[in-house]
């Protein structure tokens, strides 16, 4: 492999300018290269379209996350809220607790 690699790296010559990225011709200007590529390698480069692919949100795994991520959306909600119930009957107990409903009215009048 490394001789080959040395073989390959004494062929490879040095090239300075603008050069064609199809064929690695060099040119002397950026108009060359331009007029240079659309005349002979436009049509090629058109040709190659890109492979359609379906929308991310068409594949099975992601539709199958989708739910998943809407399940656990949904079950946290659901928790959230018992937990803020829960919250709300501790907290009226310990009001209850710190202040006790005052029953005797009377003792407060006279006081």
């Known amino acids: ?50 492979v359609e692919r379906p929308p ?5 795994e992601v539709t199958e996350l989708i ?7 949904l079950g946290c909600f659901t928790q959230n809220k018992q937990l803020d119930e829960e919250v709300k009957r501790t907290s009226a107990k310990v009001t209850l607790l710190v202040c006790p409903p005052f029953t005797d009215w009377h003792f407060w009048v006279h006081v």
């Open 1 to 50: 492999v490394l001789t080959s690699l040395v073989v390959w790296m004494s062929d490879v010559t040095e090239v300075q300018g603008f050069l064609c990225p199809e064929c690695m011709l060099s040119l002397g200007s950026s108009e060359e290269l331009m007029v240079h590529f659309n005349s002979k390698h436009a049509s090629e480069t058109d040709q190659k379209k890109p």
């Open 56 to 60: 991310v949100t068409e594949l099975p």
């Open 67 to 73: 739910k998943d991520y809407d399940q656990l959306v």
